[in-house]
Nanobody, 115 residues
């Protein structure tokens, strides 16, 4: 059974930092694309960052230069370091593990950035 557990969300003032972590179980972690998405209200989830098994990394345009992702295959963890946070970064952040067309989502963690 695949399980993704996020942690590290919370509230911070603009300009501050937060680190999110996603721990996976029940997956062959090495072979999965790992990604963070965020959702604001009823809007569609938008890509924050994606890390492919071959090392390719992609960031959403709004977070380039501020956010950094990393993965530890041995520990099956995936981390999002968020610096210089802005109020528009507020939302629910979800961890995604994907292989081919199979997608597995975490439960989400709230990030709130106040001005």
């Amino acid at each position: 059974q695949v399980q993704l557990v996020e942690s590290g969300g919370g509230s911070v003032q603009a300009g501050g930092s937060l680190s999110l972590s996603c721990t996976a179980s029940g997956v062959e972690f090495n072979g999965f694309i790992m990604a963070w998405y965020r959702q604001v209200g009823g809007n569609e989830r938008e890509l924050v960052a994606r890390h492919a098994p071959n090392g390719n990394i992609e960031y959403g345009d709004s977070v380039i230069g501020r956010f950094t992702i990393s993965r530890n295959n041995a520990k099956a963890t995936f981390t999002l370091q968020m610096n210089h946070l802005k109020p528009e970064d507020t939302g629910v952040y979800y961890c995604l593990a994907q292989v081919w067309t199979a997608q597995f989502w975490g439960q989400g963690t709230q990030v709130t950035v106040s001005s």
